[in-house]
């Protein structure tokens, strides 16, 4: 089972994976962007993004190989290449490789379910995150949520602190299988 944390930056997408994670006791990727922008000192051009879009792919299968018999047969993603696209089409328009596209909607569909973030979080500043005010921010959220919809994914939001996400987000996994 494939569960992808997803939504747009400062969602708390990487604390709800890695809580989601432990608690589930299964493996877990974390978004390899961020990796690769300390790498090129936050200097992300349109020529990174077919690597951007590699590391994540060689992040999410080596989680995957991590699922074993003796674990639950789940993994837990934060973020996939359907994410990268997103971000792909907001800030670097007409850049969009095919390669990216067409594995982002297979690996869409092979996802079991989604969890989509909602920006209640308050705003933490960070370099790598540039959408701090609420307009545009609910507008960012818009279009993760809009790529979920235009493809028919199964998704659910979830809201609240910490605690009240990975509740909601158990409830879910639980009712798509007995490996909690």
Known sequence: MRIVVFGTECTGKT???RALAHRLACPWSVE?????????DGDIRAEHLSRIAAGQLEIMAAARAGVGRASPACVIHDTDLLSHQVWVDLLF??????????TADIQARRTTHYLLCDIDIIWQADA????PEPGPRRQVHERF???????GLAYTCLAGDLET????????????????
Do not use: P
Not at 33 to 38: E, L, S
Not at 128 to 131: D, I, L, P, S
């Open 15 to 17: 604390t709800l994976a």
């Open 145 to 151: 949520r809009d790529a979920l919809d235009q493809r």
């Open 128 to 131: 790598q995150r540039g959408f």
């Open 32 to 40: 390899y962007v961020r990796t690769f922008w300390h790498q090129v």
């Open 165 to 180: 996400r990975v509740t909601q987000a158990v409830q879910v996994i639980k009712s798509l299988s007995d490996i909690v």
């Open 93 to 102: 328009a007409g850049y969009g490789l095919d390669w990216v596209r067409e």
